[in-house]
Each structure stands twice: as structure tokens, then as C-alpha cells.
């Protein structure tokens, strides 16, 4: 009984530091802390005969009241499924009820596979809804850019390529530029594809609008006939590539969906990382704002 009460226990520091750090927690301390919920709930049941109804029940008190504790500080909504705790109490929870003393080498990769997939694609997408958004939008930044970018950088000195597959720049013109990164594995960006297109439509007036594709051309081959082809971009034209990431890397900009206001002259003006549902109206003010 002792080792199940010291067992409960442990599941406060562990996934307190690693499911729910204040400096978020990093895609592989989620992993190894899953890896970590199920292996140690495989081997406390290795330290009896036989697990008892009330060894089981002791067991489950620390996870259950993290989860309790997390349901009620927080809103109960589709983004709760994917939260880091819930992840985490599943994997318990299955753990628990395996019958086999060793799982076999089927189960155990199969847990693996359920832990790599949520720490590296789901759990990317929560901590991006989920965090604050008084952290994360910061709407006044533009005016910090007016007074300290370096002026020597002109959207027009950079190379682009189009869905022509011809190498392209965007020249000043009478009208603004803006500017939406994006990559196909980013969930925020593919939210802003299906939210933001009537907007820009009101504003084609006075800003024409780029889908600007990022990669790490170090590290992926792209098939651009896919990115070029991308089903939630109804106007291909409006596809431009950054070869070699070089707006990216000469704005020291890392992430997406950046958005990104360039004036008249080619000047940016405003820039701004991330994108939430919630957000939109607020982003929209903020774009237009700078284009009167």
C-alpha cells in the first residue's frame, strides 16, 4: 500500500514540471513523460501478486484529481480533448487496465506510437490555442517596427516563386502587401486560410494578399507541385515561395503564420506571429489599421 501511495504521489512533481511547466513544456518532455506515465504504471504492478480493487483505486487518485483540478481551472470545450493532462490520464488509464505483466512488444509500440503522435502533432496544435492570447498578440508591435527596423531592407529586393514557377518580386506599387506564411503541417495557419479570405477580399482595394510557403530547405525536399496545388488556396497566383528562406532569415523571423504589412514603398510596417479563431476580429482591426 505504501509504494502505491508514494506511486499517486509522484504524479504531481512529474507531471506538474513536465505537463504543465509554466515555461510550456517541450514536445519531448510531453513524450517522455507519457513513455514515463506508462511505463511506471506497468512496473508498480510488477511489486504485488496481484493488484486489488483498492491498490487500483489509491493508484488512481493522483492522476484523477490532476484531472479534476485541470477541468476546473479551465474552459470544457473541443480544445480540452487535446489537452496535455487529459493526453496523459488516458495513457494511465490504459496502462492500468493491461492485463499481462509485461505488455507484449505490439502493445508497448503501440503506446509508443500514441505517445510520439500526440507530443509532436497533437500537442503543437493545443499549445497553440491555448495559449494566452495577451501574450501571444501583441497588436501595437507595428509601431515598434516603424522605429526600429532596418530600413535598408526592401520587400522588393526579395526573390519569390509563383505557381508559374518562375522566380518573382513584389515591386512597389499603389497598393499595400500582406504577406500570410504558412507550411501544410501548421494547424493555425490552415485555420486562417478558411477564416480570413472574405477580409481580404474587402480590402483588395488597397492591399494585395500572399500566401508566402515556408520550409527549412536545409532539412525538407518540397514537392511544390503540392504546395502549388495546396486545396485550401482557391487562387494559386496568390502562392509565392520563399527561396532559401531568405525574407525569413533576413527578418529573423521563425514560426507561422506570420503576417506581415509591407507599404507602399516596400517598408515593413507591421508584423505579427500566430493565429486563433478567437482572434480574428482583432487581427483584422489591427491589419486595417495600418493600411488607411
Not at 517541450?26 to 513524450?31: N, P, Y
Not at 502493445?107 to 510520439?116: D, E, G, H, I, N
Not at 495557419?189 to 520550409?215: H, S, T
Not at 510596417?269 to 483584422?284: D, I, P, R, T
Request: hydrophobic share 45%.
Amino acid at each position: 500500500m505504501i509504494k502505491y501511495i508514494l506511486y499517486t504521489l509522484s504524479f504531481f512533481p512529474v507531471w506538474g514540471l513536465l505537463l504543465l511547466s509554466i515555461d510550456k513544456p517541450g514536445q519531448l518532455g510531453i513524450f517522455l513523460c507519457l513513455l514515463y506515465t506508462f511505463y511506471s504504471c506497468v512496473l508498480i504492478k510488477k511489486t504485488v501478486k496481484e493488484e486489488t480493487q483498492g491498490l487500483r483505486i489509491v493508484k488512481f487518485i493522483g492522476p484523477t484529481v490532476y484531472l479534476i483540478a485541470f477541468a476546473f481551472t479551465g474552459k470544457i470545450d473541443l480544445n480540452f480533448l487535446l489537452n496535455p493532462v487529459l493526453a496523459g490520464f488516458v495513457v494511465f488509464a490504459i496502462s492500468s487496465f493491461i492485463n499481462e505483466k509485461i505488455p507484449s512488444v505490439v502493445s508497448q509500440a503501440a503506446m509508443a506510437f500514441f505517445c510520439y503522435l500526440y507530443a509532436f502533432s497533437i500537442y503543437p496544435m493545443w499549445n497553440t490555442v491555448a495559449e494566452d492570447p495577451s501574450e501571444k498578440y501583441d497588436f501595437s508591435i507595428g509601431v515598434a517596427l516603424e522605429e526600429s527596423q532596418d530600413t535598408s531592407i526592401n520587400l522588393k529586393d526579395f526573390i519569390f516563386l509563383n505557381a508559374n514557377r518562375d522566380t518573382f518580386s513584389l515591386t512597389a506599387n499603389d497598393k499595400f502587401v500582406i504577406l500570410e506564411s504558412w507550411n501544410e503541417s501548421c494547424a493555425p495557419c490552415i485555420k486562417a486560410m478558411k477564416d480570413l479570405p472574405p477580409y481580404y477580399k474587402q480590402i483588395a482595394d488597397v492591399a494585395d494578399q500572399f500566401y508566402l510557403y515556408e520550409y527549412d530547405h536545409k532539412k525538407v525536399k518540397v514537392d511544390f507541385d503540392k504546395v502549388f496545388d495546396f486545396k485550401l488556396i482557391e487562387d494559386k497566383q496568390k502562392i509565392l515561395v520563399d527561396i532559401e528562406s531568405n525574407l525569413y532569415s533576413k527578418y529573423e523571423l521563425s514560426g507561422y503564420p506570420y503576417f506581415l504589412i509591407f507599404d507602399k514603398k516596400g517598408k515593413l510596417v507591421f508584423k505579427h506571429l500566430g493565429y486563433g479563431s478567437a482572434y480574428q476580429s482583432a487581427l483584422q482591426d489591427s491589419i486595417s489599421a495600418y493600411i488607411q
